[in-house]
């Protein structure tokens, strides 16, 4: 579990030669920790009669250009959406907006279960969902939006037939990457989810089984910490997106260089050569505690700044 504190902070958003004060503090709900900030300060009334600049959030001024490389989404979309959540480029945009200042922005900070999605099973939207109810019924003045990582920033593929990043999506994420400690700073909640064991694995995750090697020819393959994946394969391949690929006639592999060895070895002596392959089908599982995630320490760090 999360250990028990309250943190009370005072600080000052600067907007032209405005301020905005907030007070932060924190609970212990459910096993998670909610941040709350409550904003005093400006008035709807005294909103109307500023200049458009000024009806901004602060969040919004965490980097230049900001609502182009990152989307708010609006809490009150999430219980229709599907599990697993869709990446943030496959929402409709009806389900963004640009905060304003009377809204309630959340910043989630949250483990990623596997390499490829962080909550295929939705252990961790339900205990975000309530969290974030929660600080909406402390905090709510306006619209309640949602920064989570996933629905948020442009994200990889999770499953087969979606497409790459574009090389425009590449950049708006590398953007995204920048500004959120300032962001994690600048929204009115962080939201620390964190489940209180890991999320169940796919029914078929680790299963260890074999092919002949001349069928890996159809597959890409890629390099990720020290382990082979297939992150692209043709559609009538029986081997999954993102399986590992252990070894090649009981030689380990633990580079593409290696398969590929091992494969044109095996093709020059012609005789039958088999790959041990592991299924992964949202890639490799993450078992570190959160304490241990350089991202998630980041995060909280700067909820408490």
């Given at each position: 579990g999360l250990t028990k504190f309250v943190l009370r902070v005072k600080r000052v958003h600067t907007l032209g030669n405005m301020g905005v004060?907030?007070?932060?503090?924190?609970?212990?709900?459910?096993?998670?920790?909610?941040?709350?900030?409550?904003?005093?300060?400006?008035?709807?009334?005294?909103?109307a009669k500023m200049p458009d600049d000024f009806t901004m959030h602060p969040v919004c001024q965490a980097a230049k250009d900001l609502n182009k490389n990152v989307d708010f989404v609006l809490l009150s979309t999430l219980p229709a959406l599907p599990h697993p959540w869709p990446r943030n480029?496959?929402?409709?945009?009806?389900?963004?907006?640009?905060?304003?200042?009377?809204?309630?922005?959340?910043?989630?900070?949250?483990?990623?279960?596997?390499?490829?999605?962080?909550?295929?099973?939705?252990?961790?939207?339900?205990?975000?969902?309530?969290?974030?109810?929660?600080?909406?019924?402390?905090?709510?003045?306006?619209?309640?939006?949602?920064?989570?990582?996933?629905?948020?920033?442009?994200?990889?593929?999770?499953?087969?037939?979606?497409?790459?990043?574009?090389?425009?999506?590449?950049?708006?994420?590398?953007?995204?990457?920048?500004?959120?400690?300032r962001l994690y700073i600048l929204a009115d909640a962080v939201l620390h989810v964190e489940?209180?064991?890991?999320?169940?694995?796919a029914h078929d995750d680790g299963e260890v089984y074999s092919v002949d090697c001349s069928r890996l020819y159809g597959a890409t393959l890629a390099?990720?910490?020290?382990?082979?994946?297939?992150?692209?394969?043709?559609?009538?391949?029986?081997?999954?997106?993102?399986?590992?690929?252990?070894?090649?006639?009981?030689?380990a592999v633990k580079s593409v260089a290696d398969v590929r060895k091992a494969m044109q070895s095996a093709e020059l002596k012609r005789t039958p050569s088999f790959a041990l392959l592991e299924r992964a089908p949202f890639g490799p599982r993450n078992l570190s505690p959160a304490s241990d995630r350089g991202?998630?320490?980041?995060?909280?760090f700067c909820s408490m700044v």
């Open positions: 004060s907030s007070v932060l503090c924190s609970e212990e709900i459910h096993g998670s920790t909610v941040l709350q900030k409550s904003k005093s300060g400006r008035q709807k009334d005294d909103v480029q496959d929402l409709p945009r009806s389900m963004v907006s640009i905060p304003s200042t009377n809204d309630l922005v959340l910043a989630v900070s949250h483990t990623w279960f596997y390499q490829r999605h962080p909550d295929p099973f939705g252990t961790e939207s339900i205990i975000t969902l309530d969290l974030a109810r929660r600080a909406v019924a402390e905090h709510m003045s306006g619209e309640a939006l949602l920064f989570y990582d996933y629905l948020s920033v442009t994200q990889r593929p999770f499953r087969k037939g979606q497409a790459e990043r574009s090389e425009l999506q590449q950049r708006y994420f590398e953007a995204a990457l920048k500004a959120m400690p489940p209180p064991a890991f999320s169940s694995p390099e990720f910490n020290s382990e082979v994946q297939i992150v692209g394969m043709r559609e009538c391949e029986s081997f999954g997106l993102f399986d590992r690929v252990l070894s090649v006639d009981g030689v991202w998630i320490y980041l995060e909280r």
